[in-house]
């Protein structure tokens, strides 16, 4: 408990968190794209970067996607919360007044 109040990183939410990393995975694609294109680095610093950015826009995509099942999954949960397959909390009590209970 005393270590979650020491480490804020440890307090922040799922969304919070995404969002540092896509902050951070900004930098990282404009700073090789920059390198790439950049006159004074040789091929191979070239093609590393070009490594580099290729992993970048790799781990983006995946984030993107996480993100984007996570709202699914949240529509489909309010979806289910007005359907029928799954009663309501006001369902039990009117049925306990039906029965006399």
């Known amino acids: 408990m005393a270590e979650t109040v020491k480490k804020p990183s440890l307090n922040r939410s799922a969304k919070e968190r995404r969002n540092t990393l896509f902050r951070c995975l900004d930098s990282v694609l404009s700073l090789s794209h920059r390198k790439i294109h950049s006159e004074g680095n040789s091929d191979r610093a070239k093609q590393g970067w ?49 029965r006399g209970f």
């Open 50 to 98: 070009a490594r580099v950015l290729v992993s970048a826009v790799s781990t983006y995509g995946g984030l993107l996607k996480d993100e984007e099942l996570e709202l699914r999954v949240i529509a489909l949960e309010e979806k289910l919360k007005n359907s029928i397959l799954i009663p309501k909390p006001q369902d039990a009590s009117e049925k306990r007044v039906r």
